[in-house]
């Protein structure tokens, strides 16, 4: 099975800073159609998941572009280039490259 | 899109339970669909998968042999029969879709509490 490790498990950050979000794979994620399959959710308090970003890079419909993914292989980062209230909650790398699925432990950010 | 889960509640160790998820505002037959969990205060596990057309289903280890994922396009639900629960099985469960030729869940049911408790 693989396994997703993120760090760090907590960010608090000020309002217009950036935030950076690291997820490491136990195998790597890169399919051999080229693509990566990795995808990155948030969780706002309250609420279900909502997809960020899908492939390891692309965002999904409606995301702002202060979101960004990035990373191949086994090594992954999720970047909020300024970074707003409402972005807070917990975000979640997950694997679907292979059952069963996997997902990250969380992080959660917060605003100082 | 909508997904509501249903079938929730409180259930002693060993019991059964089905869990529902109606489905609407788009063509449900043509999406894979999963369950994922999250226990009180932790973090999201995935659970099950259906295909489309109910081909295949596969399962987290930790449930396999127990819980039933199936689904019935005609009334454009997905179930999720769960048996000899125990204590670990205490979660919000929810359903989400996968559109085909894709690899991520693009909408997500609210979810349904789950407790298994004596």
């Known amino acids: 099975d693989i396994v997703m490790t993120q760090s760090p498990l907590s960010l608090p950050v000020t309002p217009g800073q950036p935030a950076t979000v690291s997820c490491r794979s136990s195998?790597?994620?890169?399919?051999?159609?080229?693509?990566?399959?990795l995808n990155w959710y948030l969780q706002k308090p309250g609420q279900s998941p909502q997809l960020l970003i899908y492939?390891?890079?692309t965002r999904a419909s409606g995301i702002p572009d202060r979101f960004s993914g990035s990373g191949s292989g086994t090594d992954f980062t999720l970047k909020i280039s300024r970074v707003e209230a409402e972005d807070v909650g917990v975000y979640y790398c997950?694997?679907?490259?292979?059952?069963?699925?996997?997902f990250g432990q969380g992080t959660k950010l917060e605003i100082k | 899109v909508q997904l509501v889960e249903s079938g929730g509640g409180v259930v002693q160790p060993g019991r059964s339970l089905r869990l529902s998820c109606a489905a609407s505002?788009?063509?449900?037959?043509?999406?894979?669909m999963h369950w994922v969990r999250q226990a009180p205060g932790k973090g999201l596990e995935w659970v099950a998968i259906?295909?489309?057309?109910?081909?295949?289903?596969y399962y987290t280890d930790s449930v396999k042999g127990r819980f039933t994922i199936s689904r019935d396009d005609s009334k454009n639900t997905l179930y999720l029969q769960m048996n000899s629960l125990r204590a670990e099985d205490t979660a919000v469960y929810y359903c989400?879709?996968?559109?085909?030729?894709?690899?991520?869940?693009?909408?997500w049911g609210q979810g349904t509490l789950v407790t298994v408790s004596s």
């Open positions: 989400a879709r996968e559109p085909v030729g894709t690899t991520f869940f693009d909408y």
């Open positions: 505002g788009f063509t449900f037959s043509a999406y894979g």
């Open positions: 259906i295909w489309y057309d109910g081909s295949n289903k």
């Open positions: 195998q790597s994620l890169l399919h051999s159609n080229g693509y990566n399959y």
């Open positions: 492939l390891g890079s």
């Open positions: 997950m694997q679907p490259l292979q059952t069963p699925y996997s």
